[in-house]
């Protein structure tokens, strides 16, 4: 069994995930994003969707960039599936 390196819980169904080369390994999810997960620099919060970038500052959204004096973002849309 490999152990959750946020929360040293030994699980026997861990996930593996490679970032830049190193290896992580946790018990779910949560564990994953409060580890790996970038923070907004307006707001602080994990940035788990697409978030937006610009000179080299990550936010959980455009409106958290415009916020912080950030202007030309706008947030990215998925695309629209069809039926």
Same mark, same amino acid.
């Given at each position: 069994?490999? &152990?959750?390196?946020?929360?040293?819980?030994?699980?026997?169904?861990?996930m593996r995930i490679e970032v830049n080369? &190193?290896?992580?390994?946790?018990?779910?999810?949560?564990?994953?994003?409060?580890?790996?997960?970038? +923070?907004? !620099?307006?707001?602080?919060?994990?940035?788990?969707?697409?978030?937006? !970038?610009?000179? =080299?500052?990550?936010?959980c959204s455009a409106h958290c960039s415009?916020a912080a004096g950030k202007t030309g973002?706008?947030?990215?849309? *998925? *695309? +629209? &599936? =069809?039926?």
């Open positions: 069994m490999a &152990r959750c390196e946020c929360c040293g819980n030994e699980y026997d169904k861990t080369g &190193r290896q992580h390994d946790f018990d779910c999810f949560e564990c994953a994003i409060h580890k790996l997960a970038p +923070v907004c !620099e307006h707001c602080g919060a994990p940035v788990i969707g697409h978030g937006v !970038e610009t000179e =080299s500052m990550i936010f415009r973002l706008r947030d990215r849309l *998925p *695309p +629209v &599936r =069809s039926a």
